[in-house]
């Protein structure tokens, strides 16, 4: 038996096959360090990364690496490449540190495999890419990971805040960011559904917007919940807010 076959086999033996199977048909799978079919390379030398992988789940990135004997590496940076820049970025906080931050770990034919996860959440759709870098404990570049890149469909193409102040009474600020270019509407409702007012009905560019509703302005609204829903042409959202008189 090759090496290759018996440190698989090794794998899936313990379980490190569960995340990471062969065959795959999650369509927005990416995997780099292995072959095409998404099965694991070995490795046989020290500070070996033998899977940097990504996949995608209800809107999460959930990216995964294994590294075989770390002995000079120390920790760990995740980079995802900001389009708006043509740059990447770090995008884990606290610092994964090699010997404190694994899922798992095993013994295998090459030494001991250590097993890392990750998770992302992007706030818009897009192409997305990353990569991961491991540094020794005095800072230094050990290894560098090529690039992979995943798909994202299905996110909402703004921001809603909650307005301020709430409770209110009789005006408070409702604010939300556009990613993109939308139609936007903006509007108003009572408890049972009744539209009480339009706040906004237009074009707008992507940005950050500020809307005031002041509740003295339309008759007979008396204390209690209302509701204002942010609608673009794709997407909508729903919040709560309360007036007290």
């Known amino acids: 038996m090759s090496k290759y076959l018996l440190f698989a086999a090794l794998l899936i033996l313990i379980g490190y096959g569960s995340k990471l199977q062969a065959g795959d048909t999650d369509p927005l799978y990416a995997l780099t360090g292995g072959d095409e079919d998404g099965t694991e390379m070995p490795a046989d030398s020290n500070d070996a990364l033998s899977v940097f992988s990504a996949k995608i789940k209800d809107k999460t990135v959930y990216i995964n690496w294994r590294v075989v004997n770390p002995k000079v590496i120390s920790y760990f940076e995740v980079l995802r490449l900001d389009p708006r820049k043509k740059e990447y970025r770090k995008i884990n906080d606290d610092r994964i540190e090699v010997k404190d931050y694994f899922e798992k770990s095993a013994v295998s034919e090459s030494g001991i495999v250590y097993m890392y996860d990750f998770e992302d959440e992007p706030e818009r759709d897009g192409v997305y890419y990353y990569k991961l870098k491991g540094y020794s404990s005095a800072g230094n570049l050990v ?14 193409n703004f921001k809603v805040e909650q307005n301020t102040p709430n409770p209110f009474n009789p005006t408070t600020n409702i604010s939300y960011e556009l990613y993109d270019a939308s139609y936007v509407k903006l509007k108003v409702f009572d408890l049972i559904g009744k539209e009480i007012a339009t706040l906004v009905d237009a074009n707008q560019t992507k940005g950050t917007y500020t809307v005031t509703f002041d509740a003295s302005k339309y008759a007979n609204l008396t204390s209690g919940i209302y509701f204002y829903k942010l609608e673009t042409e794709k997407y909508s959202e729903v919040k709560k807010m309360i007036l007290t008189k």
Do not use: V
């Not at 290894?143 to 909402?156: L, P, Q, R, S, V």
């Open 143 to 156: 290894f560098e990971a090529d690039e992979i890149k995943i798909g994202i469909t299905g996110i909402k």
